[in-house]
């Protein structure tokens, strides 16, 4: 009932364990999923802020050269202080380039329907000269001719963003995206479709420079390393008639456009138009998220805010467009590689976890097992010392009280008493030999040894035993058999356990073989000296654990057969002390045979001989002299 109860217990922590573990591999699922989302967003986020400050960055170089002519435009100061005003903007500007040219149109057309005459400033001279309308120019040229076109080609109103001042945002101005250029118009359209632009300024960029120049240098500072995350950067829209403004990979194709990770709108969001026309190449456009919206995933598409009204030809104008993608794919691989990799280290955890339980719970078991062998091992010796001890104690209270009478009856009380004393002194060895084998090295004295001398020794030791029992030993040594390396009281002791097994376990046989002869094993020769018996046998289950210290087969214990579980244990210690191993082949109710191996002497066992001769000459040498007294 206890060993029940303790298995009970153990079956019980057996299952709270696996309930743990589960438990704890569905948490972990669970937060690795959270932790995936929130980071996800985190990310999502970060790349978010990182395309404003892009934004910021590129409206600020943009709206400079604005900024430096408003001061002059508002004061309605004459064309010439454009240049000074300019002028002093190069001195201070990091990119002075990226301007290409400044043209300013002074006059208004008015009801006469002429023509406005065109200024380009020359930095160069200092002067203001006449122009020519350039080719690139034209779609604008034909609107501020018609200035009633003009807020039909506008977007929505002008609102700078939150906290920025309007001096900070010049809104009144225009970006045309095709030319590039800036076009300051002031009062467009507000006295009616008749009304001519009063004052009009246009700075026209550079592309080269905004494309070689501007844009890598952005794309570098807010995206060559954001988190430890490359990205790759395009901007796209209409430029010169390409669709490609600037990319930073070289093999960019127009369908990363619909796969981008995440989308802004440069110059804002666009008002809202009838449908266009054309539907195919409008088909490429996806609502946009506003500034203001604050739901999860608003980073992969949305408007940046509105600093510049931009001038659209026809409402199928390509918007200039940010667009991100990480080198190592999109977002969502990488989250879900880091997710795959945590789970793993997660599980790895909970692995080595269950594998220490699973060992913890080995161990116990392994731990019951040899406490409940060892017990049954204390039970058999006892038994085994009471009843030698018994017929002794019995017999000398014969004696002693003069029950026996003559010779033959004291002949066979000496008989009985020497032979129980014997068997006193076998099991007493076995201990002994158990417990220093576990504690210390035995100390064996080794030589060449010839196989008739252990079959010799083991007989003489056995002769009793085998004579009382009534077995009949048949013995074949097979002729000129090469010497072996060893401890003849060793062996001797080995096939002794190996012969007072044949005859526990030999039931109603009376037969035992000795049998040694040489025999070829992995291309080496080696002498077998094998012990057989025609008994019980030995279940195929039980073949492994026969040579465990206090194992019984449970058969034999059911069959009252005395023995203590060490016999075979420490024959295969002494074979493998002695270089050699003890095997057996078994068939339950035709008898087993053992066979210990030896292998045969040679010059490398003789040198194996005197290295460990000397080394134990050497230890017994410091031993003693750690020992004895000092001499002065």
């Known amino acids: 009932m206890k060993l029940a109860h303790q298995d009970r217990l153990l079956l019980l922590a057996v299952m709270l364990s696996a309930i743990v573990l589960i438990v704890l591999g569905a948490l972990q699922i669970r937060w690795s999923r959270q932790v995936s989302q929130a980071a996800r967003e985190r990310i999502g986020t970060t790349l978010k802020a990182a395309m404003l400050d892009w934004h ?117 101005w225009l970006f045309d995206p095709h030319i590039p250029a800036l076009v300051y118009a002031a009062g467009c359209g507000e006295a009616g479709p ?160 269950t594998i220490s339980t699973l060992m913890v719970i080995l161990t116990s078991r392994r731990a019951q097992n040899l406490a409940r062998m060892q017990m049954q091992f204390i039970s058999a010796v006892s038994h085994e010392l009471r009843t030698p001890l018994a017929v002794i104690c019995s017999a000398a209270d014969n004696l002693a009280d003069g029950v026996i009478h003559g010779e033959q009856q004291l002949s066979q009380y000496r008989s009985m008493i020497a032979t129980q004393a014997r068997q006193l002194t076998g099991l007493m060895e076995q201990v002994l030999s158990f417990a220093a084998s576990g504690e210390l090295k035995p100390q064996y004295h080794l030589r060449v040894l010839q196989i008739s001398e252990i079959i010799a020794a083991t007989v003489e030791k056995t002769a009793g035993l085998i004579e009382d029992a009534e077995f009949k030993l048949e013995q074949y040594v097979e002729p000129g058999l090469p010497p072996v390396l060893g401890d003849v009281d060793a062996l001797s002791q080995c096939l002794q356990n190996l012969i007072v097994n044949a005859v526990k376990y030999s039931g109603e046989s009376r037969w035992i073989g000795l049998r040694a002869t040489i025999a070829e094993n992995a291309s080496k020769k080696e002498i077998q000296i094998s012990v057989a018996d025609r008994g019980i046998g030995i279940k195929s289950s039980e073949m492994n654990r026969i040579f465990q210290p206090f194992y019984r087969s449970p058969s034999v214990v059911a069959a009252q057969v005395h023995g203590t579980g060490l016999g075979l244990s420490l024959a295969a210690n002494i074979a493998q002390a002695m270089n050699g191993r003890l095997t057996v082949s078994s068939t339950p109710g035709e008898g087993s045979i053992f066979t210990l191996h030896l292998p045969i002497f040679n010059k490398i066992l003789r040198q194996d001989l005197d290295q460990d001769q000397g080394q134990d000459k050497d230890q017994d040498e410091s031993d003693a002299a750690s020992v004895s007294p000092s001499r002065p």
């Open 194 to 353: 008749q009304r001519a632009v009063s004052q009009c300024v246009i700075i026209t960029f550079n592309s080269q420079v905004l494309e070689k120049t501007i844009l890598p240098e952005l794309a570098q500072r807010y995206f060559g390393s954001s988190g430890g995350t490359r990205y790759q950067v395009a901007v796209i829209g209409e430029l010169s008639g390409q669709q490609t403004v600037y990319t930073s990979n070289a093999n960019f194709d127009q369908d990363d456009f619909r796969t981008a990770e995440s989308r802004m709108n440069i110059f804002g969001p666009r008002r809202p138009r009838p449908a266009p026309p054309d539907k195919e190449s409008s088909a490429s456009f996806r609502p946009e998220a506003t500034m203001s919206s604050m739901q999860r995933g608003s980073w992969r598409d949305f408007a940046a805010p509105v600093w510049f009204n931009v001038i659209r030809y026809t409402p199928a104008d390509r918007d200039w467009y940010l667009m991100v993608t990480p080198l190592q794919g999109s977002l969502e691989g990488m989250v879900a590689q880091a997710q795959r990799r945590d789970l793993s280290v997660g599980f790895g955890v909970l692995l080595l976890l």
């Open 56 to 172: 910021l960055d590129l409206l600020r170089q943009l709206s400079a050269p604005a900024l430096a002519l408003s001061t002059a435009i508002d004061a309605h100061e004459p064309v010439t202080h454009y240049l000074e005003e300019y002028e002093e903007w190069t001195d201070v500007a990091p990119h002075p380039d990226l301007v290409a040219d400044i043209f300013a149109l002074p006059h208004a057309a008015g009801k006469t329907g002429k023509t406005p005459e065109l200024l380009r400033l020359n930095p160069a001279t200092g002067s203001v000269e006449s122009a020519d309308w350039p080719a690139n120019m034209e779609h604008l040229h034909q609107i501020l001719k018609s200035p009633s076109d003009l807020p039909e080609a506008l977007g929505p109103p002008p609102v700078p963003p939150p906290g920025v001042r309007r001096t900070d945002a010049p809104n009144e």
